[in-house]
């Protein structure tokens, strides 16, 4: 994945690289007390209060009270740390409700596509990291498990199943750019004009 911050350095993602494990004779000397679940922990908050923009190792580092080279044992890359933060963001995703919802998976969907934007309006960082890393995360996969098993429920098959999720996708990162200017009545709105245009098509695809 290229970034504008690479300078045109392909690098590779968090979840694809192997990470070797600390040789024995040197784990006496990692930093005691540190972890990569409490180190991105204190990403998520840094960049929740201090925006992508001011996020820097050494300001992590002084917040945990560590150098910056101890975040090294840990993260090979600043890079590779912000991916890890955005996971994380999306972990906060409750999963849609079961089949037994009452509106079905039109009423599964509102649910999915309206914690997706609160996770967007609660961290802003979010929009920016999602079009600048690749979103292969566990919490990403399972965000985008669940959509699929909600478009499988639609009925829809083929191109029109192509094009329902590329228009469900398409909708919710589009959200991110105005999550915070949008008011949620017109955000609700819209969401719902996209189901109802799938919902038709559904029908249409029956009547076929």
């Known amino acids: 994945m290229v970034t504008a911050a690479d300078s045109g350095e392909i690098r590779a993602s968090v979840w694809l690289a192997a990470r070797p494990a600390t ?3 040197r784990r006496s000397e ?16 840094l960049l929740d209060a201090e925006g992508l923009a001011r996020f820097s190792m050494r ?10 080279m101890s ?10 740390l912000l991916e890890l933060a955005l996971d994380s963001a999306l972990g906060e995703l409750a999963p849609p409700a079961g089949p037994g919802e009452p509106d079905g998976w039109p009423g599964r969907l509102r649910e999915l596509a309206r914690g997706y934007r609160r996770v967007l309006a609660d961290h802003p960082w979010v929009t920016p990291l999602t079009a600048a890393y690749p979103n292969i995360g566990p919490h990403a996969r399972a965000f985008d498990a669940d959509l699929q098993r909600l478009l499988d429920a639609t009925g829809l098959v ?6 329902a999720h590329l228009a469900v996708s398409q909708f919710l990162h589009g959200c991110g750019c105005t999550v915070r200017r949008a008011p949620e009545g017109d955000f609700c709105l819209a969401l719902d004009v996209l189901i109802a245009g ?11």
């Not at 409490?38 to 908050?45: F, G, L, N, Y």
């Not at 083929?158 to 094009?163: I, V, Y």
């Open 158 to 163: 083929d191109a029109a199943r192509t094009g």
């Open 59 to 68: 300001r992590l580092a002084a917040g945990l009270g560590v150098t910056a």
């Open 198 to 208: 799938i919902k038709a098509k559904a029908t249409d695809e029956v009547a076929d």
């Open 23 to 25: 040789p024995a004779r």
């Open 30 to 45: 990692a930093p005691s007390g540190l972890d990569r679940e409490r180190i991105t922990a204190a990403t998520v908050r």
């Open 71 to 80: 975040l090294y044992w840990y993260v090979d890359t600043k890079h590779d």
